[in-house]
């Protein structure tokens, strides 16, 4: 952080420099090229006086974990950037799929049949598509939302073969104070098997282990814009 801000303020642009430089070390570590790792920037719980400077030092990928808080705010924010790509990270509720579906670029916490639905049916009624992973609840919490990795290989076939969606990959997010690194592993060897190439796994504290195990996108907010007011 530089010197010259108060303690209330984050240096997002700086954050983003370093998160940049360890996220292309992280990458050439694994033999893999820097720019096959996207860096997802999430902004949830920030307002603009956060997002304004990412979006200025040219962050361009953002994820949000509630619908209308991203209703709310990023109409406004993408204002004059037309390359803006918005994830949905956080639990997606049938009747805010149409919403969802308009704002979204990505939609990462697809996880039921039901959801699979109505997913299927505002893409046809919205003709627009939005880019999905499916969830996968890799350390069967009960707690956490996601498919079980036993049930991942026939729901990515159901959404493909009864909804014809097309799946892009999958998300995970680990079991905190576990070490990351069999369950990012796990994620992977489910989507290889699968056919899925994208792999969104990895955030502040774990994001070059994810990186190593093959994440394609990492989900990164703290180490960005500093502490969220709550959670
Ligand atoms: C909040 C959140 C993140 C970012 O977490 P940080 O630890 O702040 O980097 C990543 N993924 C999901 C699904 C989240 O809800």
Known sequence: MNDNLTRNEVDVAANLVAIRERMDLAARAAGRAPADVTLTAVSKLHGPERIAPALVAGQRIFGENRVQEAVDKWPALRDGFDDVGLHLIGPLQSNKVRQAVSLFDVIETLDRPKLARRIADAIEELGRAPELLIQVNIGEEPQKAGVAPLETDAFVAQCRGEFGLTIAGLMCIP?????????????????????????????????????????THIRVGTAIFGPRAHD
Do not use: V
């Open 175 to 215: 079991p905190q104070g576990d070490a990351p690194a069999p369950y990012f592993m796990l994620l992977e060897k489910i989507a290889r098997r699968n056919g899925l190439a994208k792999l969104s796994m990895g955030m502040s504290g774990d994001f070059e282990t994810a990186i190593a195990f093959g994440a």
